[in-house]
């Protein structure tokens, strides 16, 4: 391939990730009230429907250990925007059976959590 062909695939895949993944930005985000607060093996604390947090995207984390299951995590929309539909809150649930407790294991745990939540945003 040519380096301006490289270049100008590059610039044009740059571009589509940067329009997908930009959002409008809220002064303040809720949880709805009008929503259960259980999200699969969770419960959203009551502070977030009230005070509600400074950021785009509400995540809840937490654990389980399934021997049985296959996954390292696993994650799930919670909430939705109405004007887009685009998910606000949402959660992700580490399974410990998979962890390794190193660096290695470290940087999996992050290479997981950012494919999780990229999949799930741009769903």
Same mark, same amino acid.
């Given at each position: 391939?040519? $380096? #301006? %062909?490289?270049?100008?695939? !590059?610039?044009?895949?740059? /571009?589509?990730? =940067? *329009?997908?993944? #930009?959002? !409008?930005?809220?002064?303040?985000?809720?949880?709805?009230? *009008? %929503?259960?607060?259980?999200?699969? %093996?969770?419960?959203? /604390?009551?502070?977030? @429907?009230?005070? &509600? @947090?400074?950021?785009?995207? &509400? $995540?809840?984390?937490?654990?389980?250990?399934?021997?049985?299951? @296959?996954?390292? +995590?696993?994650?799930? +929309?919670? %909430?939705?925007?109405?004007? /887009?539909?685009?998910?606000?809150? &949402?959660?992700?649930?580490?399974?410990?059976? =998979?962890?390794?407790?190193?660096? $290695? &294991?470290?940087?999996?745990?992050?290479?997981?959590?950012? /494919?999780?939540?990229?999949?799930?945003?741009?769903?």
């Amino acid at each position: 391939m040519e $380096v #301006n %062909t490289i270049k100008r695939v !590059t610039n044009i895949t740059a /571009n589509y990730f =940067y *329009n997908i993944l #930009n959002v !409008t930005r809220l002064p303040r985000l809720y949880y709805p009230a *009008n %929503t259960t607060l259980a999200c699969n %093996t969770l419960k959203v /604390n009551d502070k977030y @429907v009230s005070e &509600g @947090v400074i950021g785009d995207l &509400g $995540v809840i984390v937490g654990s389980e250990s399934k021997a049985d299951a @296959v996954y390292i +995590a696993k994650s799930l +929309a919670c %909430t939705f925007l109405e004007s /887009n539909k685009r998910p606000i809150w &949402g959660v992700l649930i580490w399974n410990t059976i =998979y962890l390794k407790y190193d660096q $290695v &294991g470290f940087q999996e745990m992050i290479y997981v959590a950012v /494919n999780i939540f990229l999949f799930r945003i741009m769903k």
